[in-house]
């Protein structure tokens, strides 16, 4: 049973920073991708970032280049997600997700697992 935990949200004012963490369990992390999604309030939940069960391979949602960052530590089991230049629009709750095949670079599809998510909000 997969279990993806996120951490790391809160309250920020744009143009700040944070980092979200998730930790995974039930499967040997280093053999799937991981990626970033987020939900906003009335919107459909949205591919931000994912990274491949290697490591070498990043994808990035177009509104999200060049100010988010996705990296991955085999030794912690965990993916995380660095975010500067926030903006009121990035508000959201971010969940975690894993990819379903293993040793498989996926992009933006082909997640089967889910955390509960963290809430993100950037204030003006």
């Known amino acids: 049973q997969v279990q993806l935990v996120e951490s790391g949200g809160g309250l920020v004012q744009a143009g700040g920073s944070l980092r979200l963490s998730c930790a995974a369990s039930g499967r040997t992390f280093s053999r799937y991708a991981m990626g970033w999604f987020r939900q906003a309030p009335g919107k459909e939940r949205e591919f931000v970032t994912s990274?491949?069960?290697?490591?070498?391979?990043?994808h990035y949602a177009d509104s999200v280049k060049g100010r988010f960052t996705i990296s991955r530590d085999y030794a912690k089991n965990t993916v995380y997600l660095q975010m500067v230049s926030l903006k009121p629009e990035d508000t959201a709750v971010y969940y975690c997700a894993q990819g379903i095949v293993p040793y498989s670079d996926p992009g933006a599809a082909g997640f089967g697992s889910w955390g509960q998510g963290t809430q993100v909000t950037v204030s003006s």
């Open positions: 990274i491949s069960w290697s490591g070498r391979n990043t």
